[in-house]
C-alpha cells in the first residue's frame, strides 16, 4: 500500500458483446470511442487498480476476488467474437475491501472468481494492454447493503493511498427478450434517459422513485444494486459526466464517469447509526 489518502473515480459502462463485434467490423460508436477516450484519461490520471462489480458475478453476501490473477470466464455466447482478457489482481486491496466491509459489519469473503465479461468487455476498451489490476467485487444484497459495500470500498480506497478506478458495469434497461424480438420500446430509452439524468444531477438516490412499472419494464440488469454500490463509492451526492448513450432491441448502453466524490454528512450518520444498532 502507497502513503497518502486514496482517490477514487466511478465508472458506468456496458459489456454488451456487440461491442466487440462493432470493433472487428470497424465500427466505433459513440460507447466504444468513449471508453478509448476514458482509458487514456485514466492512465493519465495514473490509476494504479480497477474495482469491478460485476452484474455477472450475483450473490447475496459480499465476495472479493484477491487472487494474483484472474482467468478469463466465458460466459457468452452466440456471438462472433470470443474475448480472451486474463488480467492482474491486485491482493493487498482486496484484503483491505475485506477488512473494511468486516468492521462496517457486511461479513464478505474472499472468494476467487476471475474476470467475466462484464468485466473483460469494457476493460478491453479502456486498457487494451491487459495490464491494469482488477479486483473483481460481487453484486448483491438489497440496495441499502449495496451501497454499504460501496461505502467500505471507498474507506479502503482511502487508507490505501492507492488511485482506484471503481467500475460498475451493466447495462440500464435489459430487457432480453425485447432483444431477442429486435423490439425498439420506446419506454426503454425513457427509463434510460432518465435514470442517466437523476445521476447527472446529483440525484442518483432517487432512482426508487422512478415508477415500478417502467423500471419492472426495462428490466435494468443490476437492479440499481451495482449502482447504488456505486455511489456508495462516490458519495450520494455525487455527479456524472454522461459520456455516451446507445440503444439495442431492448438494452440500454450508457458511460456516465464520476470524477470526484461527493460524500455527504448524512451518509456517514447512515452508517454509524446502523453499526450501533446491529452491534
Known sequence: MQSGEGQIYGLIAPHAPTLLEDEQDGRSGAVIQALRSLGHFFLEEEIDVVVAASTHWLADEMLVDGSAHHRTIHDYYGFRVQLQYDAPGHPDLATAIVEEANHMLLF?????????????????????????????????????????????IAEAVRKSGLRVLFLASGSLSHDLQAYLDHDFDPEHERFDRHVLDLLERGRGMEMDSIEPALINRAMPEGWFRDLYMLLGAMGSRATARVMAYERLPGVGLGVACFERSASTEQDDIAHSSYIEENL
Open 108 to 152: 464478505p469473503s474472499l472468494k476467487r472468481h476471475g474476470v467475466d465479461h462484464a468485466v473483460t468487455i469494457p476493460m478491453h476498451f479502456l486498457f487494451p494492454d491487459k495490464t491494469m489490476p482488477v479486483v473483481p467485487v460481487s453484486v448483491g444484497g438489497c440496495r441499502v447493503e449495496a451501497f454499504r459495500r460501496g461505502r467500505a
